[in-house]
């Protein structure tokens, strides 16, 4: 289980923290890089938004974990970045499984030579995939979505594509994770459910 901490308080993290959760996301850069000094804890920092390649740098300075690779030009540049460290970040291959064009994501039908052309890169270590599939109105309007998803990474973990592990399948959050968990979500990313709904 990931908590979803946009807009919550350094506070609120060290309490969720102090109840179990060991995964933190944080959909910005800058708004993650103000919190995390100040949160002492551990915890794996994952970004759950999209990276522009201009904040790349910055984001490798806060973050554990992009959970949202979704172009070659930024892999590229997470590339170019990472081995200046000799450090190995691990991905999530960001999916847009509703097709929508307002959201980020690589379409299923590229996902295959998307995973192998990133595998390409040694200092990503694709661990899986994620999604946020459109908004449901309730919650089973998601399943469709999730069960593709769990198709795909199960096709992509039969491929054995070097350098590739297909361990991490990210999807549902406060509004379908139970549909999400029986269709065989791995990360769970929650906001609303453990925090309560955000101010304003």
Known sequence: MLAATKSRTPEEIRAAIAAGIQHIG????????????????????????????NKAKRALEVFDWLQTLDSLPLAERLEQLLAREGRVLPVLVQVNIGR?????GVLPEELPDFVREVAGHPHLSVQGLMAIPPAPKV??????????????????????????????????????????????????????VLFGPREG
Do not use: C
């Open 26 to 53: 944080e959909n910005y850069v800058q708004e993650a890089a103000g919190k995390r000094p100040l949160v002492p804890e551990r915890a794996v920092w994952h970004m759950i938004g999209r990276l522009q390649r």
């Open 100 to 104: 929508e064009p307002q959201k980020a």
């Open 139 to 192: 919650p089973e309007d998601s399943r469709p979505y999730f069960r593709e998803m769990r198709r795909l990474f199960e096709g992509l973990g039969r491929e054995g594509i070097p350098r590739v592990r297909m361990e991490v399948l990210s999807m549902g959050m406060s509004a379908d994770w139970e549909v999400a968990v029986e269709e065989g979500a791995t990360m769970i990313r929650l906001g609303t």
